[in-house]
């Protein structure tokens, strides 16, 4: 069973890394012809492109850091805020962000697109991190509210106590022992950012500016017979390895952050 | 002496810096057009220093390739200098701003030395809009082996298939392009034409007064679709005799070009509607009809020569760039005979000059000339309204469900009718009277 | 200093509102109007002429099967494989955490990148999966190109990339469970099965409702897939509402109608959801 799992999990994957190394002229040869060839003439033409492959990738990590401080510096205040409340309030904003955690961010992208016309938000991947902080929060403040319901009110009432005020109590005991969720926050919110494709693709249109998933539906848009699939299979490999390592390294804080959103949620 | 050596080189350098660089003229094509056209573009750019044609290769899909120019154009980012435009794509960008005229450089009277069929679609409103390269017409391709005279009329059509078929002599008598796609709707256009209806009817004039507020009106659309006239429910009710009669495969609504012409190649239909690509690939197949076929005219009009759907492609410039003057040479050299001419002879591409029609060298060369120049006498257009794309879905659907389900053209054309009156009027607002 | 706290709140949920509310009651207004190409993107009122469009287009209707038998099969088999997983990975055993690492790769990727491999993998006839029906002395398969099937591969692709985060939250609620129950069933002789249709379902019921509206909501919505998979193709088989509504809006540029869509596609999101809450609580009175 465990090993169906891991087939299915990681035989795409690995597929795709096969086929970056293969010429095009093995790709199409009739099932079992020749015997392997490896070139690495896929990732050479990748990573030679106009603009090169790793411009998508810094790209993708500006908008993405840029998105995780914002939503952490507005979720954290929320979640505690939220998390002090009792009663309908509390219930009637936990409900209201589950359903804005929901929604399907696709049906914004036409107001999100007039809003970038009218007040020139286009093109610049920091203005881009603004809706896309926006749509991290409802996650990133249901994850945080958790983590601060954890925190024995004794700890706090101590900090009070001894005379320090909310930012002091924020900075010095409280954050200090969130460290993991927010750790599993970032981590989330940074994913997300990375994945996200409509309102990248309606508000960046110059090819150098492009995010990750835009430039790889843009490749994938221009070619007639010969589709070059090796290439894609290095764009692919090339695509999906930093997150990877981002996963594997941290996994346990994502899993984390998701449990407990959803138990305490 | 190093003195000496020093100063040639600063006066070489002084010279190369003194030469002006290239300008670079980006053009936007889809990928086919541009492998087409990469020998002369960059022979072009050998032959001269001074403009420098950087041809992008767009998606394939033209409608794809007009979604990358139309996202940027929609963040107010010019990303291009010239792209290609299909004919049924112009009055989308004209309506939208996003285009240069081009009359400036020129002249109004550019196209008076075109055939009449390149003529159209490319200005309106006193001005140009693009610079056509190739006119492609629909034309009708037909079995000199079976038949002394090809069909004038879908009467003829009709009782010469009939006869053929029932001689045992051809497996069917008429193959088009009936799938769900815009090919079929270059198919009901024509058959709308050869049985005198009309899709589109253009309103007089708009006005150029709002009479509400007294300021300049918004645009709105001022035509009208007229399926649901008698002469264009006799049209659908003769594309759905074809098929219930058995002259056209019912596999015929699953048809796009290609396998219309596998089976005329394969010499099972006696009558083809097609485009002149097809007559090259007949040769390039090696079917066995390859000399047995002739082109003409599609059917029409008893006494009148049919219209075939116009599809032609030109080149646009692009408002907003930083090279308008040096852009303009380069669309008039891609508009240009020479450019043209070995167009023609390489991929086949129809040409829109009279002189290139009447060259015998070309004539010689590519033999579908005289039939195109003939077809492109008086072709038929397709409705030039921005909202073209959604009425031609709403026709391809009606159409290709009466085929699949064997009937009822009344209904589909009524419904096809109704559906287009609420395009138009949840796109352009209330439609105006028409006279 | 409930005051204070209500403050803190206040610059996120403003953000918020602003843009998850604003866009619905702009796409209100503007589904109202004329605003394409043909009005210089200025509104026009046109009375409702968008609505009765949208009641008869043939095209939206088709489109609105299309993805909803999408979401409900990709949601129905993912509740299946993602409980399945959860169950899994909740045994204890060596190699656990490195096991779930390994299943939440598919949902660490961008749905673009992985959808150009699926591209590849169902590609006829050359990719793997039909070189390996040819090879069996099969005929290949034109998964991508085939319109009555198309879907159920787009599907595929879809189960592939987020059944790890549905096994994920079921993973939770199995390990919410208190073992000491577990424990006391099984002593009393109950099967694993009937453990896990009496004790675990129903306490796990929160669980696949907050799934299940998950990804309803995500699968409705789906775009990236079918944009980069299929492209709405073959012959508009796979064409979804959202990808209609962008079509709309940037290849029509006919924003009105594309608004229009997209107020409809989310009231049928709302119907939906709100159907299954009420499912869920006509079900629970009944078996208390």
Request: proline share 7%.
């Amino acid at each position: 069973m465990r090993a169906l799992l891991l087939i299915w999990s990681l035989a795409p994957l690995l597929w795709q890394l096969y086929t970056s190394f293969q010429p095009p002229e093995a790709l199409v040869a009739p099932a079992g012809a020749a015997a392997a060839q490896w070139t690495l003439e896929n990732y050479r033409q990748i990573l030679a492109g106009d603009p090169p492959f790793w411009r998508y990738l810094l790209n993708s990590t500006v908008v993405g850091a840029a998105t995780t401080v914002l939503t952490l510096l507005m979720a954290v205040p929320c979640a505690y805020g939220l998390q002090r409340q009792r009663g309908a309030l509390r219930l009637g904003v936990t409900l209201a962000l589950l359903a804005a955690a929901l929604f399907p961010i696709v049906l914004l992208f036409l107001a999100l697109l007039e809003l970038a016309r009218a007040l020139g938000l286009a093109n610049n991947l920091l203005a881009l991190s603004l809706p896309y902080t926006a749509l991290s929060l409802p996650l990133a403040v249901l994850v945080l509210r958790a983590a601060f319901a954890e925190m024995p009110q004794e700890l706090e009432d101590a900090a009070c106590l001894e005379g320090l005020n909310l930012p002091q109590r924020l900075r010095f005991v409280l954050l200090p022992l969130m460290t993991p969720a927010i750790a599993s926050t970032a981590i989330l919110v940074f994913l997300l950012s990375w994945n996200e494709y409509p309102i990248a693709l309606t508000w960046i249109s110059r090819s150098e500016l492009l995010t990750l998933p835009i430039a790889m539906a843009r490749i994938s848009g221009s070619s007639l017979y010969s589709i070059p699939y090796g290439a894609y299979a290095a764009a692919t490999v090339l695509g999906s390895v930093p997150l990877l390592l981002l996963v594997l390294v941290f996994q346990r804080s994502i899993v984390a952050g998701l449990t407990q959103g959803a138990v305490k949620g | 002496m190093g003195l000496l050596l020093a100063l040639l080189i600063a006066c070489l350098v002084a010279v190369a810096r003194a030469q002006p660089r290239p300008v670079p003229i980006r053009v936007l094509m889809p990928a086919s057009f541009a492998d087409a056209t990469a020998e002369q573009v960059r022979d072009f750019n050998q032959s001269q220093g001074r403009l420098r044609i950087k041809v992008a290769r767009g998606p394939v899909d033209t409608d794809a390739m007009a979604d990358l120019a139309i996202s940027s154009l929609l963040l107010g980012d010019t990303p291009y200098d010239a792209m290609l435009v299909d004919i049924s794509q112009l009055t989308k960008f004209v309506a939208a701003d996003w285009l240069e005229p081009l009359e400036g450089w020129f002249g109004n009277d550019y196209f008076e030395a075109m055939v009449p069929g390149a003529r159209l679609g490319n200005a309106s409103d006193g001005h140009i809009w693009r610079l056509p390269f190739t006119a492609d017409i629909g034309l009708l391709y037909w079995r000199t082996d079976l038949m002394e005279q090809p069909p004038q009329t879908p009467e003829q059509l009709v009782v010469m298939s009939r006869d053929l078929q029932r001689q045992g002599k051809v497996r069917w008598g008429y193959i088009w392009q009936g799938r769900q796609y815009e090919g079929l709707s270059c198919v009901v256009l024509e058959t709308l034409d050869a049985f005198g209806a009309r899709w589109w009817r253009p309103a007089a004039t708009a006005p150029a007064v709002d009479p509400a507020t007294g300021g300049a009106a918004a645009m709105r659309e001022t035509g009208s679709t007229q399926l649901d006239s008698p002469a264009a429910e006799r049209a659908a009710a003769w594309l759905d005799k074809l098929v219930t009669t058995g002259i056209t495969p019912e596999a015929v609504a699953n048809y796009a070009e290609a396998e219309a012409l596998g089976t005329f190649a394969a010499g099972d239909a006696a009558l083809m509607r097609n485009w002149p690509y097809a007559w090259r690939e007949l040769e390039r197949m090696g079917s066995p009809v390859v000399g047995k076929v002739g082109v003409t005219t599609v059917v029409g009009r008893p006494g009148q020569q049919g219209s075939g759907t116009l599809g032609s492609w030109g080149l646009s410039m692009l408002a907003g760039g930083p090279h308008p003057t040096e852009t303009a040479e380069v669309i008039r050299w891609f508009s240009g005979p020479e450019f043209q001419r070995r167009m023609a002879v390489s991929a086949g591409y129809p040409p829109t000059w009279e002189s290139l029609y009447e060259d015998e060298e070309l004539r010689r060369q590519v033999p579908l000339l005289a039939v195109e120049r003939q077809a492109l006498q008086n072709p038929v257009e397709r409705p030039p309204t921005p909202l073209y794309a959604q009425l031609s879905d709403v026709v391809q659907r009606q159409v290709n469900g009466m085929l699949t389900r064997h009937g009822d053209p009344g209904t589909s054309m009524a419904r096809a009718q109704r559906q287009s009156e609420l395009v138009l009027r949840s796109a352009a607002g209330t439609p105006q009277e028409v006279p | 200093m409930s005051g204070i706290n209500a403050l803190l709140m206040l610059p996120a949920l403003l953000l918020l509102a602003a843009t998850f509310l604003l866009p619905m009651v702009r796409y209100a207004w503007m589904s109202g109007h004329a605003s394409s190409v043909v009005t210089g993107l200025m509104a026009i009122p046109n009375g409702g002429a968008n609505w009765q469009r949208l009641l008869q287009d043939a095209r939206f209707w088709q489109d609105a099967f299309q993805t909803l038998r999408f979401a409900i099969t990709s949601v129905g088999l993912e509740l299946v494989l993602g409980l399945s997983i959860a169950l899994l990975l909740h045994q204890p055993r060596r190699g656990r955490g490195l096991l779930r690492a390994i299943t939440l790769l598919p949902w660490a990727l961008p749905t673009t990148v992985m959808a150009l491999g699926w591209r590849w993998i169902l590609n006829d006839p050359h990719g793997p999966i039909n070189a390996l029906i040819i090879r069996l002395g099969g005929d290949s398969y034109g998964f991508l190109i085939t319109p009555s099937t198309t879907w159920l591969f787009t599907v595929l692709a879809d189960v592939w990339k987020t059944t790890p985060f549905v096994a994920l939250l079921l993973l939770a609620g199995l390990q919410s469970i208190p073992t000491d129950m577990v424990e006391a069933l099984t002593l009393e002789g109950a099967s694993r099965w009937q453990i896990l249709r009496r004790l675990t379902l129903p306490l796990l019921m929160p669980f696949i409702t907050l799934a299940l509206l998950f990804r309803l909501a995500q699968a409705l919505g789906v775009f990236d897939l079918i944009q980069i998979l299929t492209r709405g193709g073959p012959a508009g088989s796979t064409e979804s509402l959202a990808f209609y509504a962008y079509l709309n809006a940037m290849r029509f540029l006919d924003f009105g109608y594309s608004a229009t869509v997209m107020l409809a596609t989310f009231a049928l999101l709302v119907l939906l959801s709100l159907g299954w809450i009420l499912l869920q609580r006509v079900g629970s009175r009944r078996t208390a």
